[in-house]
């Protein structure tokens, strides 16, 4: 069947709007939008954008937002205005968002008041025009939005200072944007978002995803997961960042086209509270990744939590454990959908499907997508050989924003795109990944792939986490190294190596283990192995 993907991102957002106009779209802190609401308000922001500013169709505006309703609203009324979007860290700090903002010429910024403090600092040193601050509950009822953002102002203090000489208020936009919008016509092939990637191994660049990659990404999952993704029954958790692309297309684009409600979580780090927000919701679908499965199982409210209308589990982001995934299935009864993509894929490339899940793979191709493994020369490889994974399909980003020499390195003549990524494939198709190129250890010239010996680590029923690294040795090259976050304070390095020998060839085993209380994660909670070598 071939992907009907020639409609923009905007066209999906008004069909969807009118056909579900008063459903649930998007549910945060106790309070819901309908995707009435969300027609209504993203109108409202992106009048405002063509009347109150200088903004034109193409420039970039950046969206500094966590999980919270202005989101959807922000990013949806910005597309309809026609600007181009720029996903952006929360959690970044002042020189790393003064690279983005400079880097993507965004001419506009639109942060949550929690974090403005880093804007504050670099905002003068860019070409922003225009700062619009939102206050946590901005769309809440009146009295509620009053009574939250106070006390996370003044009672959590939460806020720091922040001063901008060219800012306004989230709400005083949506109040000013009463003037009629002026439908823009994108083409599919224009850049919708602009999504930053690398930042963990180098200098961070924008993948440029154009309407056409995110609604076909959006058709190859919908279609991929139509024994489970149902229209306008669902319930989807969100706890994951909107502004990763990976939740940004489950979340914006997948379930929202098919009418289903989006629970988003705006601080997935505070389990408790991630609990109780679950708490009476008949939760169908749940996205998550590794770290959070782990984290949230071990949490008694809740694993006391109802989960007999869960449908689906899903993973993604980084490598699924097999500790992680049965105890996650052991807890609520539904076991994980791991799938694989990467930014410039916009960013699904294989999911795992409901009724064929093989864990220790990714599972297969979404639709219209191509796979193959290649080793260093370039040639392809048979099955079950282990090489470089390429992807081609509807979904490859158009290339890096302004970086072309990237562009060609990344996506040869036929549109391959190497991901980096060490993969095999089976006779069925099933692809595994077995670990980032970059990050394989080289001992005695025998490959070691982190994935493999952290996977055997989760394994020990004192360690929560495990992180492999491999560290500079003259005889050998390279020795593994494990990072472990125990439970147990009489842990010994003595008993995780003898545990690992259980599982794993020897020089796969773990020649120094060091303890930690903590992995350094990104915000999406992916371990940052170059931090730890």
């Known amino acids: 069947m071939t992907l009907e993907c020639n409609r923009t991102v905007v066209e999906v957002f008004t069909e969807t709007c009118s056909q579900f106009a008063d459903s649930p779209a998007f549910t945060c802190l106790g309070h819901t939008l309908t995707f009435r609401d969300i027609d209504n308000l993203s109108g409202r922001f992106a009048a405002y954008l063509q009347h109150n500013t200088n903004l034109k169709p193409g420039d970039r505006i950046a969206v500094q ?13 910005a597309l309809r205005a026609g600007m181009i979007v720029v996903n952006t860290n929360p959690l970044y700090t002042a020189s790393e968002l003064k690279h983005q903002l400079n880097d993507s010429g965004a001419k506009a910024l639109v942060v949550l008041a929690n974090v403005a403090g880093a804007a504050t600092e670099v905002v003068p040193e860019t070409g922003v025009e225009q700062v619009i601050v939102t206050e946590l509950a901005d769309l809440h009822p009146p009295l509620k939005s009053l009574l939250i953002n106070s006390v996370v102002k003044y009672i959590k203090k939460m806020v720091p200072p ?126 998550g990744l590794n770290t ?50 990467l930014t410039e894929t916009s960013p699904v490339v294989c999911i795992n499907p409901r009724y064929g899940i093989r864990l220790g793979t990714v599972g297969l191709p979404v639709p219209e997508t191509a796979v193959k493994v290649i080793d260093e020369t370039g ?69 070691v792939f982190p994935n493999e010996v952290e996977d055997a680590l989760a394994e020990h029923p004192d360690i929560v986490e495990a992180a492999v690294v491999g560290v500079a040795d003259e005889e050998s090259g390279e020795l593994v190294k494990a990072f472990v976050v125990s439970t147990n304070p009489s842990l010994s390095e003595k008993e995780v190596r003898e545990f690992a020998r259980q599982s794993l060839t020897a020089y796969k085993v773990p020649s120094s283990v060091e303890f930690r209380d903590e992995l350094p994660k990104t915000n999406v909670g992916k371990v940052l192995r170059r931090e730890l070598k």
């Open 65 to 77: 937002l966590p999980n919270v309703l202005q989101y959807p609203v922000a990013v949806f009324g």
């Open 162 to 287: 922040f001063n901008f000489t060219n800012s306004c208020s989230f709400k005083s936009v949506i109040k000013a944007g009463s003037a009629e919008l002026t439908p823009h016509q994108a083409s599919p092939d224009d850049v919708a978002v602009l999504q930053y990637t690398g930042g963990t191994t180098g200098v961070a660049k924008g993948a440029m995803l154009t309407h056409r990659n995110l609604v076909a990404n959006m058709l190859q999952v919908n279609q991929q997961m139509g024994d489970v993704f149902r229209q306008n029954q669902d319930i989807f958790v969100a706890p994951l960042p909107l502004y990763h692309i990976y939740a940004y297309t489950i979340h914006c684009m997948c379930a929202f086209s098919l009418g289903n409600e989006n629970l988003l979580i705006p601080n997935p780090r505070d389990i408790p509270g991630f609990a109780k927000a679950l708490k009476g919701v008949p939760f169908t679908c749940f996205v």
């Open 292 to 341: 959070l499965f782990n984290a949230l199982c071990r949490n008694d409210d809740f694993r006391a939590l109802d989960f007999s209308h869960m449908r689906l589990s899903s993973s993604g982001g980084m490598a699924l454990t097999h500790h992680a995934a049965k105890q996650w299935e052991e807890v609520t009864g539904t076991p994980v959908c791991e799938g694989y993509g």
């Open 379 to 447: 040639a392809d490889l048979a099955l079950g050989e282990a090489g470089e994974l390429c992807v081609k399909g509807p979904q490859v980003m158009k290339g890096y924003w302004n970086r072309d020499d990237a562009t060609r390195e990344s996506i040869d003549s036929d549109g391959w795109l190497k991901t980096g990524d060490i993969a095999t494939i089976d006779a069925d198709g099933y692809v595994k990944i077995v670990d980032r190129k970059k990050d394989m250890i080289n001992v005695s010239g025998f490959k």
